[in-house]
């Protein structure tokens, strides 16, 4: 196993274009994570899937954002009419079961560096 | 609302120098974690801590989990170049946020050779 992947590494895009990310997860991980990191700050939580149900969202995630993770394996982030604020680093991360992730901690993926201009 | 507070969010020293970072919180996290994140690149685990009290050490590096689960530490002895990047505390919780971790801002360390 290769770890998290994302893709792509890197986006450009116009303001007011759609974007959509991918993220796969370490292949027993039944866990997924979503977060945004900008500059000069921690990663903070987007949303949350434990298999296919998405089972929580953070304020952050605005009506532009939508997540899917359709058979429980991939995820997908898109964001719709981006703007200049969303211009950050979007980092997938997963996990097994909780007791574990509480003892043997989170595997990160290398994010995506979105940037609109 | 959970916050975790890191100190300091800068430090530049030599190579040989002691350094700590410090991670505070009003809350009592059920866990509290340690990443390292080089530029571009995500946070990748050090350690992990679970129980009040509890000292990890890996190599140079020692970890400590405060008594009331509230505050953490990351202590470096003799800093080496290879130490530089972001040094990210996260806590997490069973219950109630799903195991989401909640991030410090982080701390820039820079080692001179």
């Known amino acids: 196993d290769t770890g998290v992947s994302q893709d792509p590494r890197h986006k450009i895009t116009k303001r007011g274009q759609n974007v959509t990310f991918r993220c796969d997860p370490i292949s027993e991980h039944n866990r997924l994570y979503w977060y945004r990191q900008t500059l000069g700050q921690g990663p903070e939580f987007l949303t949350y899937f434990q298999n296919e149900a998405q089972l929580e969202k953070s304020r952050l995630l605005s009506d532009r954002f939508s997540a899917e993770r359709p058979k429980g394996s991939f995820s997908t982030l898109e964001i719709q009419r981006t703007e200049q604020g969303d211009s950050a680093m979007y980092l997938c991360a997963s996990s097994l079961a909780l007791t574990e992730a509480l003892n043997y901690g989170y595997t990160f993926g290398s994010g995506t560096r979105l940037t609109v201009v | 609302t959970q916050l975790l507070e890191q100190s300091p969010q800068f430090l530049s020293i030599q190579e040989g120098e002691n350094l700590t970072v410090y991670c505070n919180s009003s809350s009592v996290f059920s866990s509290l974690q340690w990443y390292r994140q080089e530029p571009g690149e995500g946070p990748v685990l050090l350690v992990t801590v679970v129980t009040g009290g509890e000292v990890k050490k890996l190599k140079r590096l020692t970890f400590q989990f405060g008594d009331a689960r509230k505050d953490s530490s990351l202590h470096i002895t003799a800093a080496q170049p290879g130490d530089t990047g972001l040094y990210l505390c996260?806590?997490?919780?069973?219950?109630?946020?799903?195991?989401?971790?909640?991030f410090g801002k982080g701390t820039k360390l820079s080692v001179k050779p």
């Open positions: 996260a806590g997490v919780n069973y219950g109630g946020s799903q195991g989401n971790l909640i």
